[in-house]
């Protein structure tokens, strides 16, 4: 018994597990205080929604590197939704960017940090978006 939590099946009276139970048959299950029962409702619902999280998404550097490497998507036909901080959301092709270190980069040279990038665009069609959570490019999302 390593584990130094108390058996929420135990407290039900439905454990099947016995004395090889990795948690802690601890009271009588007919008198267990309430306080005991709420802590184990609360860390079943705690681990019910951590089993719900959403699959990860793949990053705007992801789809940046595809673009520029897969030959199956020609740049010319990618534009970029990305955050302005004075305009909000501005739309440009995929070439105008340079993709290179933004140190490096002069000032006249456009280039934004990729954690600006809204969206990608193939054509007229979205092919990842971070606020809708698509993703067509990899499907990573599952969309």
């Given at each position: 018994q390593?584990?130094?939590?108390v058996?929420?099946?135990y407290?039900?009276?439905?454990?099947?597990?016995?004395?090889?139970c990795r948690n802690?048959?601890?009271?009588?299950?007919?008198?267990?205080?309430?306080?005991?029962?709420?802590?184990?409702?609360?860390?079943?619902?705690?681990?019910?929604?951590?089993?719900?999280?959403?699959?990860?998404?793949?990053?705007?550097?992801?789809?940046?590197k595809?673009?520029?490497?897969?030959?199956?998507?020609?740049?010319?036909?990618?534009?970029?939704?990305y955050?302005?901080?004075?305009?909000?959301?501005?739309?440009?092709n995929f070439?105008t960017?340079?993709?290179?270190n933004?140190?490096?980069?002069?000032?006249?040279?456009l280039?934004?940090?990729?954690?600006?990038i809204?969206?990608?665009?193939?054509k007229?069609?979205?092919?990842w978006?971070?606020?809708e959570?698509?993703?067509?490019?990899?499907?990573?999302?599952?969309?």
């Open positions: 390593t584990n130094s939590e058996c929420k099946f407290l039900e009276n439905k454990c099947r597990f016995g004395d090889q802690r048959h601890e009271g009588d299950p007919e008198t267990v205080d309430k306080k005991d029962s709420m802590k184990c409702k609360a860390i079943i619902n705690e681990q019910e929604r951590q089993s719900e999280k959403k699959p990860p998404m793949k990053t705007a550097a992801d789809v940046i595809r673009i520029q490497w897969d030959q199956m998507f020609p740049k010319e036909y990618f534009v970029i939704g955050l302005d901080r004075f305009l909000g959301v501005v739309e440009e070439t960017f340079s993709w290179e933004l140190a490096s980069v002069d000032y006249d040279v280039a934004i940090p990729q954690h600006r809204q969206y990608f665009k193939y007229t069609e979205k092919v978006d971070k606020t959570r698509k993703d067509v490019m990899f499907g990573s999302t599952g969309s």
